[in-house]
């Protein structure tokens, strides 16, 4: 499967970007799916997932309230809406495929920059 992670740019403190992240070569309807980021200097961290059915979503704790993931099995596609961001929100974010939790296929990763 490929993933295939879009939507990030450059905002300004208090904005809000859409990440959409679309799979192609297996349908992810059946799949958990997660959104991960990476900051300069960082460890790869968590930071939304959701069931297969969008019955359950889970959070960092650093965006709960801020963020929203969701999913649309009709387009094999996983979204993440991202409110009030702020500038610790800069890294690149990418979404994954998940098998127990665990990242199964990693999309390639999309900038997300936030100025104060």
Known sequence: ?????????????????T???TAS???ISTYAMGWF?????????????????SDSTYYASSVKGRFTISRDNAKNTVYLQMNTLKPEDTAVYYCAS????????WGQGTLVTVSS
Do not use: D, H, K, N
Not at 8 to 15: D, P, R, W
Not at 37 to 53: H, I, K, M
């Open 19 to 21: 990440l959409s992240c």
């Open 98 to 105: 998940l098998v127990e939790g665990t990242p199964e296929y």
């Open 1 to 17: 499967v490929q993933l295939q992670a879009s939507g990030g740019g450059s905002v300004q403190a208090g904005g809000s970007l």
């Open 37 to 53: 980021r990476q900051a300069p200097g960082q460890e790869r961290s968590f930071v939304a997932a959701t069931s297969w059915s």
């Open 25 to 27: 070569g297996r349908t």
